[in-house]
């Protein structure tokens, strides 16, 4: 497995604002998943990032929203822009680890945003 | 096109009963399931995952699945439940590199 780290782990922010989500892991991957996790729900997501090219968006998604970065096989961001209520979300990184395709997924343990 | 129905939104047991969490798919393909569960304020954690090999998976923490695939069902089992298993399941698949498609998750409450 790996460890995944999130920081921050929660936040209260105002409307407007961009806050920048920092997932770190401890061994190399090659893809690393972002997902929103609205109250009472399941996980929807938002992008994939693999290292060295850019993040490929779900439908409903768009990079000016929720810009990705992802400089080495060990960390990525995601930054949710110009929030709003409605962003007010469980936000949580994940990678696949083991070879082949299909593998399982492990997660941090999420950044809870509350948006004013 | 790939999906995930868990039947329950919310389990109730006593502790010491077993443990029954069902979930279905539907897959073009031959799916790999995983069970998830999280616990308030944490991330998901992986119980347990089925790739095609051994149809009755065993998972941590004493839970168990078992893969019918004429039935297209991955329940969740556990013979009797702790008070330290009350928290959400997601039931999730992926199949032929799709992204993984998770279930609209169960609630389990476990009463002394």
């Known amino acids: 497995s790996a460890v995944i780290s999130q920081k921050p782990s929660r936040d209260i922010c105002q409307r407007g604002t961009s806050l920048t989500i920092q997932c770190q892991v401890d061994?190399?991957?090659?893809?690393m998943f972002w997902y929103r996790q609205q109250p009472g729900q399941s996980l929807t997501l938002i992008a994939t990032?693999?290292?060295?090219?850019?993040?490929?968006?779900e439908s409903g998604f768009v990079i000016d929203k929720f810009p990705i970065s992802r400089p080495n096989l060990t960390f990525s961001t995601l930054t949710v822009s110009n929030m709003s209520p409605e962003d007010s979300s469980i936000y949580l990184c994940?990678?696949?680890?083991?070879?082949?395709?299909?593998?399982?997924?492990?997660f941090g343990d999420g950044t809870r945003l509350s948006i004013l | 096109a790939q999906s995930v129905t868990q039947l329950d939104s919310h389990v109730s047991v006593s502790e010491g009963t077993p443990v029954l969490l069902r979930c279905n798919y539907s897959?073009?393909?031959?799916?790999?399931l995983f069970w998830y569960v999280q616990h308030p304020n944490k991330g998901l954690q992986l119980l347990l995952k089925?790739?095609?090999?051994?149809?009755l998976v065993k998972g941590i923490n004493g839970f168990e699945a078992e893969f019918k695939k004429s039935e297209t069902s991955f329940h969740l089992t556990k013979p009797s439940a702790h008070m330290s298993d009350a928290a959400e399941y997601f039931c999730?698949?992926?199949?032929?590199?799709?992204?993984?498609?998770f279930g609209k998750g169960t609630r389990l409450s476990v009463i002394a």
């Open positions: 994940s990678v696949e680890v083991g070879m082949g395709g299909n593998q399982p997924q492990h």
């Open positions: 061994s190399q991957v090659t893809m």
């Open positions: 990032a693999n290292q060295g090219s850019e993040a490929t968006y």
């Open positions: 897959s073009s393909y031959s799916p790999s």
């Open positions: 089925y790739t095609s090999a051994a149809t």
């Open positions: 999730a698949l992926n199949s032929g590199n799709t992204p993984l498609v």
